[in-house]
């Protein structure tokens, strides 16, 4: 199938405009006819469904959390871009498009990234509408900073909170929603597939958390708000509900599936402290602003460190080694999130890293702390150091914090179009969910804007275009098709309860986690995703042979739920696998030993992968067809990323 | 419902009143106290005689005294309210419950306190309010006028010991009691403030303790000065 | 270390719980409390018996999901939320007593999970600007001193958890209701419908049968946020000008 990315012609600033004008319009008398069903209420879900609703249309909101506010956006800290140039200093929408393409390592389409940019200040403007308390300066205007290496200052933030402050403004709109009975919501209920009429998304089916109840719901557009897919390491900043079945089950239902081994590892994370450990925890990487990263300059050293003979502030200067400063010594340590994570573990696989388990670095704030004064930082980095001290009991004040790369994002998804919508008419994906703004490295920042642009503003307008070409005539809930996946659904379910085999679904789950860790993280070789191809496949099958899921489906059932989770990213680690086997060629978040620079540099390849790879669900056991989106870039130049 | 009941059932109306006649019957006890300080004045009670005939006779008091027992009323009666509305709200309790780290212990028995408070208060005025209105008690004559001798009313009741104890631990409850509520109901009238809500407190601990051991002193001091 | 989990067990809504010992073994100082749970649950799935169930889910004290009633206190010792709270803080040898949050309005489903949709339900009542998508003004245009976005921003910071209607001797909502309404009620986004929305919520509050506030301050004393006891005063202030100069009769 040749992918149509369906993008406008003409000038890449006009591309928008004029597509938003030629749309179809859905007369105002006829929206409330049209149902629409969103999945996931974060910043993408939750926006998209209020926006709708705003519209007239009806919708029904799923989450598998007690509330929508739940939902993982609000967990993100450091902020959200915008071309606002309130600061004067130099920026601008092309600006903004120019840094996210070139931070995407050049894997993105360049007219979706524009209209992001585009439409990055509205979203400003509609969230301090809705109450959000944004930083201020005194003068009573907005503030901004400067946000991951990026050399203007276009983030607004609220503290360290920002994706909360951001979906709870969300979730109030979609509120206001629900009370003026325009979105029906479903909490605690898990979407388990699409439904598809004569080709088109028609419907889910769903499960209900509490009843177990396993139930379907009729739409003229299905929209896939869903997250990323993180957890496929089992370790990972996301949280530990976030999971791909939603994306998945629809995947397999005919939606392509992009660029899945694109996945970001942020740098500064609490390091894992034992077997025990269920989730990563995030520091914001502003900390790096005035931290300086280092690890002894001798494995000696280190092992003395790890086996706790001397304690790091022992450590003198001349015996430590600011790796970053050293090899990139105009970023320092602000290199972007990809050098410095691959740098961590470089000089972890040395031997020379500084924890129990030789997998953590140095983040030094004494240097600062003599420069500045104590108070300076705790002003600026207090929360995250009461956070640090919380978690590892450990004061950062006194010693150096101890860091280390962690999953945090995922910028491959569902493939899209430039309305949003997936290879399956009236499937749409937005947020996260999708692949289409990142290309292969998100910039800081940047994760909040798509997801808000995709729900308040790109979704209202494409949705419309597609519905005015589908007849307003209710979708028929008693169509022989929902009763088959239902039971399909139910069918799933009652084989997963009948294995009752000898291993805990964690069990597998933390298997599968550390082999894409190992051979799928932050530096993959053809050998080892070979290997760890062989490796999934096998501990798929015995995942259902031998899988242990207790209770019955009938009641709230967590092992059942998590069961379902750890089945499809069984799956989908093996596409990453086959996806980073594919790209031959390192770029962004996806880096191949066999090919980087002579200084150990991402090395792009752009004349032979300069394109989506959008992999197509062929069946049970099949291996996925690859389908290439050609990418085209005409307002931008392709450079080679260096930070030296 | 009109909307003056519907506030007034709502919770926060509920709470409002609580506030209100509470803020009132603080005032009460400032004036009660005030006035019964003439029983140190050592005249064999003239003065005192001659304050309780005013305040049982002068019209603005009396309307004022109308006022007092409205706010008693309204008190108790909201209170037996709120606290069955607050008991409903978490039919299962806790197995567990470290309160005591989060707050006051008079904060979370107001109602113990203001039970024993009410109990005392209905004696209290038996011996006294009674026998003042309808009681026999004896007349006694200052300057050709005639007085009812609440004085010696006062006096012989607090030879009794037991009678000076009850009075002395009740007066403890109320301390207990106005302790919390002082500030409470500034902050339920919305009244919080950073300027003035460290004065509120200030005044709030002030009155629970000075308020309650004036009370009490007076029946120590006929109980040894007689 | 080695404790003892006094746990409460309840198998839905609908039947009776109680409470069940378990002991446990080989707990690291370094886990998580969450974590601790999850050892116990991977042993109880061992030998074939139905885990605990508890909502949890961003781990990183943010999302507001995670609750339990740990040792007589929400959240248990520390005033954070439980997934923050780590083991260094209990001793070798310790019972540890677990329960749900208890409230008329917040009805068990199952062992310590709770259904905490009152909360949704009064934010649907009115904490929210009626803005449509679109045709907002410029974000610049609505100047904000810098001490009243602050304030603002303090009070917006509420998770919605309910450890403080699970800490409150009455199962009162009002810390929960006051973040939401004095947020708005500072900023000038909120003028509009600010009497309306004091009105409105603290009715849904009432009518989810929530207690009323005694002023005890137990609600701030343990919200992991730190939530102050003045946006409840605020919220008294905003409700009785509302019911006073409104025309809702």
Known sequence: MILDSKIPAGPLAEKWTKHKFNSKLVNPANKRKYDVIVVGTGLAGASAAASLAELGYNVKAFCFQDSPRRAHSIAAQGGINAAKNYQNDGDSIFRLFYDTVKGGDYRAREANVYRLAEVSVNIIDQCVAQGVPFAREYGGLLANRSFGGAQVSRTFYARGQTGQQLLLGAYSALSRQVANGKVKLYPRTEMMDVVLIDGHARGIVTRNLITGAVETHAAHAVLLCTGGYGNVFFLSTNAMGSNVTAAWRAHKRGAYFANPCYTQIHPTCIPVSGDHQSKLTLMSESLRNDGRVWVPATVEMAEKLRKGQIKANDIPENERDYYLERKYPSFGNLVPRDVASRNAKYVCDEGRGVNET????????????????????????????????????????????????????????????????????????????????????????????????????????????????????????????????????????????????????????????????????????????????????????????????????????????????VADFLELGELMIDDALNRNESCGGHFREEYQTPEGEALRDDENFAYVAAWKYMGEGQEEELNKEPLVFENVKLTQRSYK | ????????????????????????????????????????????????????????????????????????????????????????????????????????????????LGTVILVFLAGHMYSFWFQMHWGGIPIVNYAGEEYKDLYSVVNVAFQQTWMVVLYVIAMVFLGFHLSHGFSSAFQTLGLNHKKYTPAIEAVGKFYCVVVPALFASMPLYIYFTS | MKLTLKIWRQKNSAEKGGFVSYPIDGISKDMSFLEMMDVLNEELTEKGEDPVH??????????????????????????????????????????????????????????LVVDRSAFDRIIQAGGYVSVNTGGVPDANEIPIPKKIADEAFDAATCIGCGACVAACKNASAMLFTSAKISQLAMLPQGQVERKERAEKMIAQMDAEGFGACTNTGACAAECPKGISLTNIARMNREFFSAVVSSDNL
């Open chain 2, 1 to 112: 419902m009109s909307w003056v009941t519907k506030t007034l059932s709502s919770t926060l109306g509920r709470k409002l009143v609580m506030a209100l006649t509470g803020i009132f019957l603080i005032l009460f006890l400032t004036g009660h106290v005030s006035g019964n300080l003439l029983l140190f004045k050592g005249d064999g009670g003239e003065a005192f005689n001659m304050y309780a005939k005013f305040m049982t006779t002068n019209p603005a008091v009396k309307l004022l005294s109308y006022l007092t027992y409205i706010s008693v009323i309204g008190h108790v009666i909201y209170s037996i309210a709120l606290t069955k509305l607050n008991k409903s709200a978490r039919p299962v309790g806790y197995a567990e419950s470290k309160a005591s780290t989060n707050s006051a212990w008079s904060s979370r028995n107001m109602g113990i």
């Open chain 3, 54 to 111: 508890f909502d949890h889910d961003c781990r990183e004290g943010i999302c507001g999901m995670c609750s339990l009633y740990i040792n007589g206190k929400p959240h248990g010792p520390q005033q954070t939320t439980t997934c923050q709270l780590h083991m260094r803080s209990f001793s070798d040898g310790d019972t540890i007593t677990i329960e749900p949050w208890r409230a008329k309005s917040f009805p068990v489903l199952k062992d």
């Open chain 1, 358 to 565: 030789g997998e953590a670095v140095y983040l030094d704030f004494r240097d600062a702390i003599k420069r500045d004064g104590e108070d300076v930082i705790r002003a600026k980095y207090g929360n995250l150091f009461d956070m640090y001290q919380q978690i590892t009991g450990e004061n950062p004040y006194q010693v150096p914090m101890m860091i280390y790369p962690a999953v945090h994002y995922t910028m491959g998804g569902l493939w899209v179009d430039y309305n949003l919508m997936t290879t399956v008419p009236g499937l749409y994906a937005l947020g996260e969910a999708n692949f289409s703004d990142h290309g292969a490295n998100r910039l800081g920042a940047s994760a909040l804007m798509q997801g808000l642009a995709d729900g308040y503003f790109v979704i209202p307008y494409t949705l419309g275009d597609y519905l005015a070409q589908t007849p307003p005539k209710k979708v028929d809930e008693s169509h022989p098709e929902f009763e088959k996946v239902k039971t399909e659904v139910k069918e799933r379910i009652q084989k997963l309860l009948n294995i009752k085999g000898s291993k805990s679904v964690d069990y597998f789950h933390k298997k599968l986690g550390k082999i894409m860790w190992n051979e799928c993280g932050m530096a993959r070789t053809a050998e080892g995703l070979t290997k760890a191809k062989a490796e999934i496949k096998s501990l798929r099958a015995e995942f259902w042979k031998d899988v242990k899921v207790l209770g019955e489906n009938e009641e709230l059932n967590q092992s059942l739920e998590k069961a379902h989770r």
